[in-house]
């Protein structure tokens, strides 16, 4: 069956390092993957999109990977704040529908001052 | 433009009784999805809709949940009867053609 694994356990950084958040999917072949944020209370935000064609995105702080042989993309947010503290969702679309995406049980990400 | 709008943001209503949330997506925006969000099962897509028809309840849990989209700006998700596992965050998105998502601020469901 299809599966999407992201670090279930919070990552605790120290102000200014950067943080890497894992997301690992199987038994898919996805078309494109994306990266949300959410704050407690609210509902995801949506912050990157990087297809299977590209390697690498960028968005001021964040870089995303894309490794469609590895199974993997990794998130990373360089210079981290503790604004950035937050859990950090992937989402994939299911096979056979576009539009219809799958989201990981995302990471909770802690950027200690 | 308000983004997402859900109502209501907090429900709290006794097992068996029929419970309905609101949402009205984005203006301009084609496609409508509803998620639900437990601490166990992280976000999950119950139905999605395009250009107001339901495109896949493959996610709906079992037959006490239906979800209606009778025009391009509003849509409801009922439940009837409720019981407490229904109790979790329920969220509303809205999209046009590509693929991000806007997620309306939830609402927060307890069923005692």
Redo the contacts between chains.
């Keep these: 069956s299809q599966k999407i694994e992201q670090n279930s356990e919070a990552l605790n950084i120290q102000e200014g390092k950067t943080a890497t958040l894992t997301c690992n999917y199987t038994n898919y072949s996805p078309a494109?993957l994306?990266w949300y944020r959410q704050d407690p209370?609210?509902?995801?935000?949506?912050l990157l999109?990087i297809r299977e064609n590209e390697k690498e995105k960028r968005k001021e702080r964040l870089k995303v990977t894309f490794d469609t042989t590895l199974k993997q993309s990794l998130f990373h947010i360089t210079a981290s704040q503790p604004a950035d503290s937050a859990t950090y969702?992937c989402a994939l679309?299911l096979s056979g529908?576009?539009?219809?995406?799958?989201?990981?049980?995302?990471t909770k990400l802690q950027v200690i001052p | 433009d308000a983004g997402?709008i859900q109502s209501p943001r907090h429900e709290v209503t006794e097992m068996g009784q029929e419970v309905t949330l609101r949402c009205k997506p984005i203006s301009g925006h084609n496609?409508l999805f509803w998620?639900r969000q437990t601490m166990m099962r992280?976000?999950?897509?119950l139905i999605?809709f395009?250009n107001n028809v339901p495109?896949?309840d493959s996610g709906m849990p079992e037959d006490r949940f239906s979800a209606k989209m009778p025009n391009a700006s509003f849509s409801t998700l009922k439940i009837q009867p409720s019981e407490p596992r229904d109790s979790a965050v329920y969220?509303c998105?809205s999209?046009f053609l590509e693929?991000?998502?806007?997620?309306?601020?939830?609402t927060r469901l307890t069923v005692l």
């Design positions: 494109y994306q209370g609210r509902g995801p935000v949506f999109l969702l679309p529908g576009y539009q219809k995406v799958t989201f990981g049980i995302g | 997402v496609s998620y992280g976000l999950e897509l999605y395009n495109i896949d969220f998105a999209s693929n991000e998502q806007f997620f309306g601020p939830g």
